[in-house]
């Protein structure tokens, strides 16, 4: 093992572990300012920042209790099969010119893929609780991703039609500044797709506190209901960082050095992510599915056949 891959593996590891984090500070700080909540305004002596330390603490002094009635090896591993596959494709996402952990000349559908894997993990934690809040939960979860794959992959395929590539660095290296009008319409699908497949608000329905308790993580407790949670803040990383890299030209910017604005980037998208959640209401199961089909879908469509008409005519 070279040093080169070591430093690439551990400065990935580093981000994954450190990046979430953040994100979720700042849901904390976002979400008490819009709902005057005091304690992450207010927790420690530096505006809130104690309060991400006291939930820490507060999950690993839980009891970590396995119901009677659950399949106790896929309840474990459950929260993994969440986790991983995020820090996975955070190995081929470029933060700067020369600055990806594996270029692959497949990264887009590599990436896609392995995001698909994530939802599993909801839907193994459901299935295997022997609870049946959790196990509706795990079927609401596997039905968004049914539904909101589709026009995730549509709209990203778009990009690498305009491109010529499926190569992630390719993709920021073809960009240019014309492409935000010209692929707005895939980058508005590709982002609500993504925060579906998150089950993030308003797309929560596999989770839906006043109807599933908790959906699919009902029964977890501890340290493996916190990874849940740090799985879904790392997926807010992923999304905000494939949304910069397919659709906002990743590092290219002026002044400041390409990996600022991908920072810069990813963080003004995640803020948006949190700024959603507070701001509309959960959506209706139909409502959900209607969104996907009558709207997404045929949007994703629309731009994949513009895409191919600036290619032919204008490229």
Do not use: C
Request: charged fraction near 10%.
């Amino acid at each position: 093992m070279t040093l080169d891959l070591v430093l690439r593996i551990a400065l990935i590891v580093g981000a994954f572990l450190l990046l979430p984090l953040i994100v979720g500070q700042t849901e904390h700080k976002v979400m008490a300012h819009m709902q005057a909540r005091l304690g992450p305004m207010y927790a420690g002596r530096f505006h809130g920042w104690a309060q991400l330390i006291a939930d820490g603490v507060k999950f690993m002094q839980k009891e970590d209790v396995v119901p009677a009635a659950a399949d106790r090896r896929v309840f474990t591993l459950a929260p993994a099969v969440a986790l991983v596959p995020y820090l996975v494709v955070l190995v081929v996402i470029p933060v700067g010119p020369g600055l990806v952990g594996r270029d692959l000349d497949a990264g887009l559908f590599f990436v896609l893929a392995v995001m698909g894997v994530g939802v599993l993990g909801a839907v193994m934690a459901g299935w295997s609780s022997g609870n049946k809040y959790s196990v509706l939960g795990g079927m609401r979860a596997a039905a968004q991703l049914t539904s909101y794959e589709l026009p995730l992959v549509l709209a990203a395929s778009s990009v690498a039609m305009a491109a010529g590539t499926l190569s992630l660095p390719g993709i920021v290296s073809a960009w240019q500044w014309w492409w935000l009008p010209w692929q707005a319409i895939g980058m508005v699908v590709f982002f609500i797709a993504g925060l579906a497949e998150l089950r993030r608000p308003p797309f929560d329905m596999p989770i839906a506190e006043s109807e599933l308790i908790m959906g699919p993580f009902t029964e977890y407790t501890g340290i493996r209901f916190a990874l849940f949670m740090l799985s879904e803040y790392a997926g807010i990383v992923v999304l905000s960082a494939l949304t910069t890299v397919l659709f906002l030209g990743g590092w290219h910017g002026p002044l400041l050095p390409g990996v600022v604005w991908t920072l810069v980037k990813i963080f003004i998208l995640a803020f948006i992510v949190i700024w959603v959640r507070v701001s509309y209401p959960r959506l209706r199961e139909d409502q959900l599915q209607r969104l996907a089909w009558a709207w997404l879908v045929p949007l994703a469509l629309l731009q994949l056949a513009l895409t191919g008409v600036v290619k032919v005519a204008f490229l």
